[in-house]
Every structure is written in structure tokens, then in C-alpha cells.
């Protein structure tokens, strides 16, 4: 075989390689800035602590749609350290039966606490295709 159809060849099996490699990888975040996961995506908050999106859902009115409810869009989470995990529920739009959005909780890992803030669950309803990942952005501050 000659030296260029062995590179070639190499070549080929790196992109397929590469090409076929999962999307759970690490989202590096900045404390106190929003990060943007998607379902089951980690993102590091700290060194030792990080946040995952288990589950998105996401019933709120699609743009340009008439509606009688508007909808809410519900994240569950969990934030996790070196020793513990906890898990919890933030939601936009219409929670619950006061209808009010319950977009933040206070979660405590050990002797620290942090702030979860939901700001955002993307796309809006009827801006993308269907079946296009819901993507939640999360706010992680240490109290």
C-alpha cells in the first residue's frame, strides 16, 4: 500500500471516530453567570459541584398561536458536589394553581447554599422545527 492511501486511510477512520463522538460533554461555567444545558448535559459550576438538566418540558403557547392558557415550561435539575446530590423542579410561565412562576429555589450541598435561577428554556414553542433539543439557561449562585 502506498504511503498516501495509508494516510488517507488514517484520515478516514479519525474523522469517523471523530464524527461519532457523544455530546455529554462538560459545560465549563463562570460562577454567577447563566449556562445553557441541554437534557442530561453536565455543566461545572465549581471545581466540585455541577448541574444537570435531567428533564425539559415545555406546554407553553407556541408564537403566533392563540391559546387559552399560556403555558409553562419545567425544568428538574440536579446539583451535585464531591459527596451529595440534590435534585430539584424550576418552572416558567403559568406553575402551579396560583399560576406563578416559581423560576428559583435554594438548594443546600453540604454547609453551602446556592441560588438556582431558570431564566430561559429554548427554542420558544413554533420558532424551530419540531423535535429541535430543548435547551435550559441556568443561573448557579453560591449564597
Same mark, same amino acid.
Given at each position: 500500500?502506498?504511503? !498516501?492511501?495509508? !494516510?488517507?486511510?488514517? !484520515?478516514?477512520?479519525? *474523522?469517523?471516530?471523530?464524527?461519532?463522538?457523544? /455530546?455529554?460533554?462538560?459545560?465549563?461555567?463562570?460562577?454567577? &453567570?447563566?449556562?445553557?444545558?441541554? #437534557?442530561? %448535559?453536565?455543566?461545572?459550576?465549581?471545581?466540585?459541584?455541577? *448541574?444537570?438538566?435531567?428533564? #425539559?418540558? @415545555?406546554?407553553?403557547?407556541?408564537?403566533?398561536?392563540?391559546? #387559552?392558557?399560556?403555558? /409553562?415550561?419545567?425544568?428538574?435539575?440536579?446539583?451535585?458536589? @464531591?459527596?451529595?446530590?440534590?435534585?430539584?423542579? !424550576?418552572?416558567?410561565? &403559568?406553575?402551579? %394553581? &396560583?399560576?406563578?412562576?416559581?423560576?428559583?429555589? +435554594?438548594? %443546600?450541598?453540604?454547609?453551602?447554599?446556592?441560588?438556582?435561577?431558570?431564566? @430561559?428554556? %429554548?427554542?420558544?414553542?413554533?420558532?424551530?422545527? @419540531?423535535? +429541535?433539543?430543548?435547551?435550559?439557561?441556568?443561573?448557579?449562585? &453560591?449564597?
Amino acid at each position: 500500500m502506498t504511503p !498516501l492511501k495509508s !494516510l488517507c486511510g488514517f !484520515l478516514l477512520v479519525g *474523522l469517523l471516530a471523530f464524527g461519532c463522538e457523544k /455530546n455529554n460533554k462538560v459545560t465549563p461555567a463562570e460562577e454567577n &453567570q447563566p449556562v445553557t444545558v441541554k #437534557i442530561n %448535559q453536565l455543566a461545572r459550576i465549581k471545581p466540585n459541584v455541577s *448541574l444537570t438538566a435531567d428533564t #425539559i418540558t @415545555d406546554s407553553r403557547c407556541p408564537i403566533n398561536a392563540n391559546c #387559552i392558557w399560556a403555558g /409553562n415550561a419545567t425544568v428538574k435539575f440536579s446539583l451535585k458536589n @464531591d459527596t451529595e446530590t440534590k435534585t430539584g423542579e !424550576l418552572c416558567i410561565g &403559568q406553575c402551579g %394553581q &396560583q399560576s406563578k412562576t416559581r423560576d428559583a429555589v +435554594t438548594v %443546600q450541598l453540604g454547609n453551602e447554599s446556592y441560588d438556582v435561577i431558570l431564566t @430561559d428554556v %429554548q427554542p420558544f414553542p413554533g420558532t424551530k422545527p @419540531d423535535g +429541535t433539543p430543548k435547551e435550559a439557561v441556568i443561573t448557579v449562585n &453560591q449564597k
